[in-house]
């Protein structure tokens, strides 16, 4: 099979919702399908492995863009796409195709599947080692139902899993001129010795369990040995093991609301460090949108800033960037403190001046200045109670601020006010429109599961599946179809019609 046919049929399947197995069969047996890869009705077509041995492929080599690149070119060149129009983008949660572990369960999987792994690789190596009482606990898959309820129980199971592990790299280093040597190169025992780095420590002969406290950050604790690039997140009370889909769709007027951009991150990543690298994507594509709307989530003054130098104005309601805002119903407000940029000073709402002031550059190299309040002003000041909840009796320090400062603290202050206005409010409706695009990437083309393993294969999918919702959407726009506008239901349509 050719590349591009073989493309056509990937891209196929997410249209119609295909394993590969149907997939496959569609191209033996769908008279449609074979006159869009131009075969002849004889054509046998073939196995369905080709289909997954094509999608290693193009992970490898990292061709899955050119696919839906291909597709947005052709809709440039018979003007379906504006490309400096209006663009939205938002995100969803992509939940891992794996399932769901507890901790025990966890430590007891990473365990069994390098003990499966080396099982299939060396299985004489191991049978002279393994006891009877290991194999009998990792002969099956550790499921919660069968493992100990009681909390001593669980936790007795736990070590005895953390043992087992820790004796099964032993066994591996040790026999660093025989097979052990190899075996401990296994994706399945390198996975058994990452996870036992995050998860369990030993000192001297003791093996001590990590606590919550005492675990890495989120972003590099793999959650499951099946998938390592999953991790765990929470998102408004809502968690999940996986990763996050951005979707960018083009919303000229006039034109179909073709996807022009899709990018994936594990789950811990947050929408506002995805910014650039989408705006980066969509220009690399020759697209630079006139207006990009995005939620509060992908904006800060250093996007806007870098934005309106590339011609490009974010549409997207700031938040505040004080570091100092914890409770902020009862704390002053930042806007309640004085900036004076040109004298270096902070006035407070107790009409305090500060005195320190340090500047500094930010991780993404935003400006801003380390303000400080003196202590002796601050201690007595009757409105401290309002203003921080910082123990100056303990620290020997007054109220601090962090301030931003030049044309980032600028961008951020025009963005505050005119965010409040209503011509700003009508104009962003617009954005809410991408909410029909995540609706059809997760509900038609079923972007909210993963298909496959690792965060490679799992963009490849979301690549796969954007370029399906072009196939859709160019179809439907040259068929006659027309976006819907907001539903009225027929209880407010009578209501209009009565105040009329
Ligand atoms: S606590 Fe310090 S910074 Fe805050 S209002 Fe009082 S004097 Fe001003």
Redesign the pocket.
């Known amino acids: 099979m050719s590349p591009v046919a073989l493309c056509l049929v990937s891209v196929l399947q997410h249209v119609e919702g295909f394993a590969d197995r149907q997939a496959a069969e569609a191209v033996r047996g769908r008279i449609d399908w074979k006159y869009a890869l131009g075969l002849e009705l004889t054509d046998p077509g073939f196995d369905y492995s080709v289909l997954s041995e094509f999608r290693a492929r193009l992970v490898e080599h990292e061709l899955g863009m050119r696919v839906f690149d291909a597709v947005i070119e052709c809709c440039d060149a018979a003007g379906l796409l504006e490309r400096d129009g209006r663009v939205r983008t938002d995100s969803t949660v992509v939940l891992a195709g794996v399932r769901w572990l507890n901790r025990l369960e966890f430590c007891g999987e990473t365990v069994r599947s390098a003990l499966e792994a080396i099982a299939a690789a060396e299985p004489d190596w191991l049978a002279e080692r393994i006891s009877g009482q290991q194999v009998e606990r990792y002969g099956k898959p550790v499921d919660n139902w069968r493992l100990p309820k009681k909390a001593v129980d669980r936790n007795k199971r736990l070590r005895q899993f953390a043992k087992d592990g820790f004796w099964l790299l032993d066994q591996c280093a040790a026999d660093a001129r025989g097979p052990g040597a190899a075996l401990a190169d296994l994706e399945a025992v390198s996975v058994l010795r990452r996870v036992w780095g995050q998860q369990f420590e030993r000192c001297g002969g003791r093996i001590v369990v990590r606590t919550a406290d005492d675990l890495p950050p989120s972003e590099e604790v793999v959650v499951s040995p099946f998938d390592i690039d999953a991790r765990y997140s929470v998102k408004r009370g809502q968690s999940w093991n996986g990763y996050k889909a951005h979707l960018s769709e083009a919303c000229e007027p006039g034109y179909p609301h073709v996807i022009v951009g899709v990018y994936t991150t594990d789950a811990t990543v947050p929408d506002l460090s995805c910014t650039e690298p989408i705006t980066r994507q969509l220009r690399a594509r020759g697209l630079r949108p006139r207006t990009h709307f995005v939620d509060q989530g992908y904006v800060a003054a250093y996007h806007l800033v870098r934005e309106a130098a590339s011609g490009t104005v974010l549409h997207g309601p700031i938040r505040g960037d004080w570091s100092t805002t914890k409770g902020a119903d009862v704390l002053f407000k930042p806007t309640d403190f004085v900036v004076d940029e040109p004298t270096r000073t902070v006035t407070?709402?107790?009409g305090?001046r500060s005195t320190g002031w340090s500047v500094r550059i930010g991780d993404n190299g935003t400006p801003y200045a380390n303000v400080s309040?003196p202590v002796g002003?601050?201690r007595p000041?009757p409105?401290?109670a309002k203003?921080?909840r910082a123990n100056m009796d303990k620290n020997q320090r007054?109220?601090g601020l962090k301030v931003m400062l030049g044309a980032y603290r600028k961008a951020m202050l025009e963005r505050r006010a005119e965010q409040e206005t209503e011509p700003w409010r009508e104009s962003y409706k617009q954005r809410s429109g991408v909410e029909g695009a995540i609706s059809q990437a997760t509900g038609r083309i079923g972007m909210r599961r993963c298909k496959y393993r690792s965060l490679d294969k799992t963009a490849l999918q979301h690549i796969l599946g954007a370029t399906a919702m072009n196939f859709i959407r160019v179809n439907a726009w040259r068929c006659g179809y027309r976006s819907e506008t907001t539903r009225t239901t027929h209880l407010a349509r009578l209501q209009l019609q009565t105040q009329t």
């Open positions: 407070c709402p107790a305090q309040f002003v601050c000041c409105l401290r203003c921080t007054g109220r």
